[in-house]
Nanobody, 122 residues
């Protein structure tokens, strides 16, 4: 089992920045692909970014490429999502997930956190 806990969400103005954290506990953190997804009201959960077990590979949704950066700290068992140049359409609940494979599909993620709200005002 892996337990995930997100933090760092909040209210920010357009153009602002936030850094989300996802603290992992339980089984070996380094053995999982870590990813961020988001879900706005009435929408399905949407892939945002993922990072490989080694940290050497990352992949982003086109909508966030160049603005968001995913990273992971093995000493702290924590994954991060640095979000810059935020837009109102980034407003959503953000979830981190852990998967045993390299994937962007939400249904292939084994573990999820409880989510953190990000609201970008115009």
């Amino acid at each position: 089992q892996v337990q995930l806990a997100e933090s760092g969400g909040g209210l920010v103005q357009t153009g602002g920045s936030l850094r989300l954290s996802c603290a992992a506990s339980g089984r070996t953190f380094s053995g999982y692909t870590m990813a961020w997804f988001r879900q706005a009201p009435g929408n399905e959960r949407e892939f945002v970014a993922r990072i490989s077990t080694s940290g050497g590979s990352t992949y982003y949704a086109d909508s966030v490429k160049g603005r968001f950066t995913i990273s992971r700290d093995y000493a702290k068992n924590t994954a991060y999502l640095q979000m810059n140049s935020l837009k109102p359409e980034d407003t959503a609940v953000y979830y981190c997930g852990a998967a045993s494979r390299w994937t962007s599909r939400a249904d292939q993620y084994n573990y999820w956190g409880q989510g953190t709200q990000v609201t970008v005002s115009s």
